[in-house]
């Protein structure tokens, strides 16, 4: 356990070095809801100026595995684009500083995240950036942005298959009881793969309202949490979107902004890509074993004590509650018929 | 005196929620407390009816079993035929695995042989199973 004191004095000794100039950490305050990176946000005074940055710790427990260096790659090549993320600054790797490797980014000015309190216009200008965005993101040419310099570039005809496998896996090593649902989902899965890809793109693998900010004037400001980002069929990324987790009790629209064919329809228009209505239903129960893969490896951790977050708790028990109950809403008569 | 664990915990978790919480100075704390404010209430929910749903999950299943047991290896019906070995918790849970993971192996020979009424009756069980479950403490 680290002191939110221990993080102000490495972090001012850290960037003063890196900058070669005095720094002092006026402020640290510790953001609740970073499942996969301790978060704390630094107010810093450089030059005579302050300014804000992000630092994210790695801890002993995530709810993500993640490599530290994939998630900061994204980032460093995402950040030159027309795709709105924070600067990322500096990786560290050793634990010299704070006993944990870390990442320091810039803060976004005056960030939201909470889309409930908003007009329904406002809902829907930041339910169409959200989809145009999502749709440019699968436009991209993951060779162009070197991202095969820092993950696998998978076999366009396979990808659906080994994203399966992979979480497949990931619930077989993880689960503390035994997970009927999602294994017949999976089985469901391996006997009806979808067609291939229409193009490898960047999938950014948590892409979903809360991870994402925007500000006063309903724009969107920086997409996040890149920590699950990898190369693969566009069309998981936008199923992820969709799915009924995020919409609290509209299941009507998307991510609680606007309506699925409408969310749709923007990411065709944007990536220039067609919609399969059966491949978009596979990756939409795909997306679901994901999850519960994601929640179970979470309570997992919390189980075996190498997490004490309370979201990890919340995560292994409730959402994978939740989840099951989506699974078998695919999987009613009335649907599978 | 013998207390009503489930209740006491759901006060525990109000007095968390309403006099702890408010004093502390860090939003993160606050949003931490609370998240555990809520999960003892669903712990509450699970002391008192934990042990039943579970019973009543393994008395369903073993009426599957019954119908699919042409399916079912001799190490699977040894397995369905042991004793529950106390009612504690960790025992009822150990034999709710056990029997799940039969479950898991019918429900994949229902599909193979495509025997449909026993794969639908495993489904309608799947969501029984899921209703009992259904955390409702937490929004």
Known sequence: MITTDQVKIAAAQYLAEKWDTPVTVSDVEKIFGGASRETYKLTLEVDGETRGVILRRDPPSSLIDTERHLEYGAYDRIYPTDIPVPEPLFLENSTDFLEQPFSIMAAIENPMSDVAPLSEEQKQKIGKQKYNLLGCLAAKDPLALKFDEIMTVPDIASTAREQLAYWQGVINDDEIHPQPIAQAAIRWLAANLPPPAQKISIVHGDYRTGNFLFNDQAQITAILDWEMCHLGDPLEDLAWSLDPLWSGEDLELAGRLIPHGQAIQIWCEASGLSCNEQALKWWRIFVSVKAVAIWISSSENFEQGEGKDSILAMAGWVMTDRQNRILLDYFSPEVMS | ?139
């Open chain 2, 1 to 139: 005196m013998i207390p009503h664990t489930d209740g006491a915990l759901r006060m525990l978790s109000q007095r968390l929620m309403t006099q702890l919480l408010p004093d502390l100075k860090s939003l993160y704390s606050m949003s931490d407390g609370a998240l555990i404010g809520l999960l003892i209430n669903a712990i509450a929910d699970e002391t008192a009816e934990g042990i039943q749903r579970r019973l009543d999950d393994i008395a369903e299943m073993k009426l599957i079993f019954i119908a699919g047991e042409a399916l079912l290896s001799s190490r699977d019906k040894e397995v369905i035929s042991a004793e529950l070995s106390s009612y504690r918790l960790a025992d009822v849970n150990d034999q709710h695995d056990a029997l799940t993971r039969i479950l898991i192996s019918l429900h994949q020979k229902t599909e193979d042989k495509e025997i449909e009424a026993l794969n639908q009756s495993i489904w309608a069980y799947l969501r029984r199973h899921s209703q009992r479950h259904k955390i409702t403490a937490v929004p």
